[in-house]
């Protein structure tokens, strides 16, 4: 894994999957779970853990200072769900965001829920 921050890091690490032992996550599509913290912030990863592994299993992604960098627009790319008849059918995406609107702004949150929601073939149309 290569990575020369710690947002880095945790996009590699979240896509890490090594199929003969059976470590890592292997998120490289639609369809799971993310958390977000802040680097700012580092201590809330400790209980984002336990809520990861007590909830939906997911794997930390950290954001330099609360910001979204270019590995992450990139990340977004592979995991961004589409349809091509029925929202209903998913796959669905979620992510959680572990601090404040100081941590993490109301901006940079609407842009993760963007990139993360599922969206029709030709735009969200009717739906």
Not at 34 to 54: C, D, K, R
Not at 113 to 126: N, R, Y
């Amino acid at each position: 894994m290569e990575g020369e921050t710690p947002a880095e890091l945790s996009v590699e690490f979240a896509q890490f999957r090594d199929e003969e032992n059976e470590f890592g996550w292997g998120i490289d599509e639609p369809g799971h779970g993310l958390t977000f913290v802040s680097t700012n912030t580092p201590e809330l990863a400790i209980p984002g853990a336990a809520f990861a592994h007590l909830g939906k299993h997911t794997p930390l992604i950290w954001l330099e200072e609360g910001e979204l960098g270019e590995e992450m627009y990139e990340y977004f790319s592979l995991l961004k769900p589409v349809f091509e008849n029925d929202p209903m059918e998913g796959p669905y995406n979620h992510g959680y965001v572990l601090g404040t609107f100081e941590d993490i702004s109301f901006q940079t949150q609407g842009i993760i829920d963007e990139k993360l929601e599922i969206e029709g073939l030709h735009g969200h149309g009717g739906h």
